[in-house]
């Protein structure tokens, strides 16, 4: 009734979206132009904006025009687990084994992400959809987990993308990493 009405070809601001029909405009052109970079960077990635904007829409875009044979796409939109299950979550998708140590969880990580790049020639791209939801002790464990080669490589591209209250938690420090000279 509403497409007839306006004289649409189907209804606007549906989910099922096909990633061809995306609204251009400066932001989104900024926002396609930042993947690209990190694409090839790699490293942490935040994306935020307000809920309905298209985050994850234009996640999915990107997703869709990467080689396949080049990058290997994992998703979550699982965010509201503790540090074991935030590991165990991460070994899983990668593919690697799930332990009950955190220890040997990391090594499952690291080594599941080390077998994409050096023995299957392709770049994970790790996307943490409702990253707002994350605890903030997972985002210290995502900084180590991306850690490889004392910190001198980047073989993955980890994307975080939340509404735009992360981006404040992310700037506030939290009370285990203030300073004496810090509080007032």
Same mark, same amino acid.
């Given at each position: 009734?509403?497409e007839?009405?306006?004289?649409?070809?189907?209804?606007?601001?549906q989910? $099922?979206?096909?990633t #061809? $029909?995306?609204?251009?405009?400066? =932001?989104t /052109?900024? !926002?396609?132009?930042r993947?690209? *970079?990190?694409?090839?960077?790699?490293?942490?990635?935040?994306?935020t904006g307000?809920?309905g904007?298209g985050?994850?829409? *234009?996640?999915r875009? +990107?997703?869709?025009?990467?080689n396949?044979?080049?990058?290997?796409t994992?998703y979550t939109?699982?965010?509201?687990?503790?540090?074991?299950? +935030?590991? #165990?979550q991460?070994?899983?998708?990668?593919?690697?084994?799930?332990?009950?140590?955190?220890?040997? !969880?990391?090594?499952?990580?690291?080594?599941?992400?080390?077998?994409?790049?050096?023995?299957?020639k392709?770049v994970?791209?790790? %996307?943490?959809? /409702?990253? *707002?939801?994350?605890k903030?002790?997972?985002?210290?464990?995502l900084?180590i987990?991306?850690?490889?080669?004392m910190? =001198?490589?980047?073989?993955? !591209?980890f %994307?975080?993308?939340?509404?735009? *209250?992360? #981006? /404040?938690?992310?700037?506030?420090?939290?009370? =285990?990493?203030?300073?004496? /000279?810090d509080?007032?």
């Open positions: 009734m509403i007839a009405f306006y004289n649409l070809k189907k209804m606007p601001f989910k $099922d979206i096909n #061809r $029909d995306i609204f251009v405009c400066p =932001s /052109e900024e !926002l396609s132009k993947l690209e *970079h990190m694409k090839q960077k790699r490293g942490i990635m935040l994306v307000a809920p904007t985050k994850t829409l *234009h996640i875009a +990107f997703v869709e025009n990467l396949p044979n080049l990058f290997k994992i939109p699982l965010s509201t687990v503790n540090i074991i299950d +935030f590991y #165990r991460l070994a899983v998708l990668l593919g690697g084994e799930s332990f009950f140590k955190k220890s040997q !969880l990391f090594n499952s990580i690291q080594n599941s992400i080390r077998n994409y790049v050096l023995n299957n392709k994970p791209v790790i %996307i943490f959809d /409702e990253a *707002h939801l994350l903030i002790e997972n985002f210290y464990e900084q987990i991306s850690n490889f080669n910190d =001198s490589t980047d073989p993955a !591209l %994307i975080l993308v939340g509404q735009p *209250h992360l #981006r /404040e938690r992310l700037l506030i420090p939290s009370a =285990s990493t203030l300073q004496p /000279e509080i007032p």
